[in-house]
């Protein structure tokens, strides 16, 4: 069995033509390996074609990726020129 861990992910609040829309946060249950390649992705740069890299992009979209949705974000692991990317910024907290 896989030890998880919670992440808690952030959205603040943004104003669009419709009214400004309330920040909102979710907590999702990550494997702590998952959580660490995340972090990896924040540390080191890994090109679109490191196998590594496609690794962790594929277990992203078929999990997480499909739960971001109820924050409204966009993908959080992306690929951009040439690199893939985890791109939200993290911090820890040690409250749980």
Not at 4 to 18: D, G
Not at 39 to 46: G, I, P, R, S
């Amino acid at each position: 069995m896989q030890t998880k861990i919670p992440v808690v992910i952030y959205r603040q609040s943004f104003a669009t033509a419709l009214g400004k829309i309330k920040d909102r946060a979710e907590t999702f249950m990550l494997t702590l390996e998952f959580a660490h390649k995340l972090q990896l992705l924040t540390k080191q740069q890994f090109s679109t074609d490191n196998d590594y890299a496609k690794k962790i992009e594929d277990t992203y979209k078929k999990g997480l990726h499909k739960e971001i949705g109820l924050l409204g974000l966009r993908s959080l692991v992306r690929q951009e020129a040439g690199i893939v990317k985890f791109v939200l910024p993290y911090t820890r907290c040690s409250s749980f």
